[in-house]
């Protein structure tokens, strides 16, 4: 069974800028989590979604978006990069949000 | 003050020692979970529990909801044991408990 996967790898963006970040859940998961990994701050929720609505949502700016397709793929988008947004950036996908998370490997984002 | 505090930050052990790491929270929870980072890896999920223990070859979680206190034991300690642990708590507040917030982590290096 294939496991979370998150596309691209790594990315370097330029300030001012947008991206997006895809997240391809395991196959039957309707829950897609995503957080912020920052040496600084640690791991920092971001958003739920399940079933193509977000559920929850962490102290992020309105830069910071997303959404949940028919598939439960997801993708976040964050817009007019800042330095501070370079970061590791995780999804997580599990059967309903209330059971255990699996990991994707991450997007590296690094903004100059 | 975090919603979430764990301790130790550092913890060095001899091979074959048994290490525990411990897990405060402030909040009401609905599940608390167990991560594990090795560097430069991504994080696999140990533990989700949300009353009692749980066992997993050599690593054993519990949980005392009444103290708001959880803690990760690993018991005859190898070097591949070396990484970062994560706590997150997954909230039960304002009726939404798809948000988790995260302890700062514990670094654990097992020196053979």
């Known amino acids: 069974k294939a496991g979370v996967t998150q596309t691209p790898r790594y990315l370097i963006k330029t300030r001012g800028q947008q991206v997006t970040l895809s997240c391809s859940p395991i196959?039957?998961?309707?829950?897609v989590s995503w957080y912020q990994q920052t040496p600084g701050q640690g791991l920092q929720f971001l958003f739920e979604?399940?079933?193509?609505?977000?559920?929850n949502k962490g102290n992020f700016p309105g830069r910071f978006s997303g959404r949940q397709f028919s598939n439960s793929r997801s993708e976040m988008n964050v817009s007019t990069l800042e330095l501070g947004d370079s970061a590791l950036y995780l999804c997580?996908?599990?059967?309903?949000?209330?059971?255990?998370?699996?990991f994707g490997n991450g997007t590296r984002l690094t903004v100059t | 003050k975090n919603e979430v505090e764990q301790s130790p930050q550092n913890l060095t052990a001899q091979e074959g020692e048994f290490i525990t790491i411990n897990c405060s929270y402030s909040?009401?929870?609905?599940?608390l979970h167990w991560l594990q980072q090795h560097p430069g890896g991504g994080i696999v999920s140990l533990f989700m529990?949300?009353?009692g223990k749980k066992k997993h070859g050599r690593l054993i979680a519990t949980i005392n909801i009444q103290e708001k206190h959880s803690s990760l034991h690993i018991t005859a300690s190898h070097p591949r044991d070396s990484a970062v642990y994560i706590c997150?708590?997954?909230?039960?507040?304002?009726?939404?408990?798809?948000?988790?917030?995260f302890g700062k982590g514990t670094l654990l290096t097992v020196n053979p």
């Open positions: 997580a996908s599990s059967w309903t949000g209330t059971s255990p998370l699996h």
């Open positions: 196959s039957g998961h309707r829950s």
């Open positions: 979604y399940f079933s193509e609505t977000q559920r």
């Open positions: 909040v009401g929870i609905s599940a």
């Open positions: 529990l949300s009353s």
């Open positions: 997150a708590a997954q909230l039960n507040s304002g009726g939404s408990n798809y948000k988790l917030t």
